[in-house]
C-alpha cells in the first residue's frame, strides 16, 4: 500500500436541534492510502453522507478533523470533487460548456487550446464525446452522470468523492459505468470514496470496505480489505469463492445490525399501541 494522504482523526459532528445538539458521528479514525478506491456502507442514517460532507469541506466536524497531504480540510477546494446521485449539471449548458466551467476554474491562466484539448480529454474518458454540443435534457440518465464525472475529473481532484453516483440508474447502465469507472480509477489512480447501498458494486470496485454502525452517534463497525486482483471481470467473479466470501461478509454485517435495531423500534411501537400485553406479545414472537 502506497504512503496515506488522506486522514481522519477522531471524527465526530454535532447538529443543533431544538431539544439540544444532536450527534451524528463519533470517533471515527480512517487512514486512506494514495489511489485507494474505498466504499462507504451502512444503513440509512449511519452518516456516510456526513462523513463525505466533512472530506469535501462542506460540514465542519465538531471533534477531530481531516488532514489532506500533511493540511486541514476547513473549506471545500478542487482537489476534493465530488460526485452526487444528482448530476447537478447546469441544463441551460451543453455537455462541453459544462466540464468547461470546471476547467476555467481550476487552470486559470492556460490558453484556449490547452483547456479544450483538456475538456476533451476528460469527455473522452467517459466515452461522451459524440455529445459535446448537446443540453442536459438531450442525453440519458447515465450520460448526463459521465459528464458529472468527466467536469469532477477535469478538475484534477486528489481525491475524488462519489455520493451514491449510479443509485438512480438502471441495471445495465449502472454496470456499464461501474466498468467506466474502473477503467478510469486504473488509468488516473486517482484516491476514490463512494458511498453505496449495493453490495456487489462496494466488492466489485473497491480495495476496501467501510462499514458504518447505524446512528445516532454512528462511527466505523468493520472494515473489510477487498483482495481480488485487477482489473476485475464481474462476469468471471460472479463464480468466485473469494468474492461470494467478501459478499456474505458485508450482507452479514448490514443483516446483523438491522437485527439489533428492529427489535428496538417494535418495543416502541407496542408501547404506543397499548401497554403491558402488547410487550407479552412481543416477547412471545421474539421467543419463537
Keep these: 500500500m502506497q504512503a496515506k494522504h488522506l ?3 477522531q471524527v465526530g459532528i454535532d447538529f443543533p436541534t431544538p431539544k439540544g445538539p444532536f450527534t ?14 474505498v466504499s462507504l456502507i451502512g444503513h ?18 465538531t471533534t477531530g478533523g481531516v488532514i489532506l497531504d500533511g493540511a486541514e480540510v476547513k473549506n471545500p477546494g478542487p482537489e ?3 460526485v452526487f446521485q444528482n448530476h447537478s449539471l447546469l441544463p441551460w449548458l451543453s455537455v462541453y460548456k459544462n466540464v468547461e466551467l470546471a476547467v476555467k476554474h481550476t487552470m486559470r491562466g492556460k490558453s484556449k487550446k490547452e483547456m479544450r484539448d483538456w475538456i476533451m480529454h476528460n469527455l473522452e474518458l467517459v466515452h461522451m464525446t459524440h455529445a459535446l454540443d448537446k443540453l442536459p435534457s438531450e442525453i440519458s440518465g447515465g450520460m448526463k452522470q459521465r459528464v ?8 484534477e481532484p486528489k481525491v475524488l468523492l462519489m455520493d451514491e453516483p449510479f443509485g438512480a440508474l ?18 488516473l489512480g486517482n484516491t476514490v470514496i463512494m458511498i ?6 462496494a466488492v466489485l470496485l473497491s480495495d476496501r470496505i467501510v462499514m458504518m454502525n447505524n446512528g445516532p452517534a454512528a462511527t466505523i463497525g468493520e472494515i473489510l480489505d477487498i483482495e481480488l486482483p485487477r482489473p476485475r471481470d464481474r462476469l468471471k467473479l460472479a463464480d468466485n469463492p473469494q468474492y461470494n466470501h467478501y459478499r456474505h461478509e458485508v450482507l452479514t ?10 427489535p428496538v423500534s417494535s418495543h416502541i411501537k407496542s408501547n404506543q399501541a397499548g401497554g403491558g400485553s402488547a410487550k407479552k406479545a412481543n416477547s412471545k414472537s421474539d421467543a419463537a
Design 44 to 61: 440509512s442514517g449511519c452518516g456516510k453522507s456526513t462523513v463525505l460532507n466533512i472530506v469535501a469541506g462542506l460540514h465542519q466536524a
Design 7 to 9: 486522514e481522519l482523526e
Design 253 to 262: 454485517f448490514l443483516y446483523d445490525k438491522q437485527k439489533k435495531i428492529e
Design 196 to 201: 453505496t447501498h449495493d453490495v456487489d458494486e
Design 148 to 155: 458529472g464525472i468527466a467536469r469532477a475529473l477535469a478538475m
Design 24 to 37: 451524528a458521528l463519533t470517533d471515527v479514525n480512517l487512514k486512506i492510502a494514495k489511489g485507494e478506491f
Design 170 to 187: 438502471d441495471a445495465l447502465t449502472r454496470a456499464h459505468l461501474q466498468d467506466s469507472l474502473m477503467e478510469i480509477h486504473a488509468d
Design 80 to 82: 476534493r470533487a465530488v
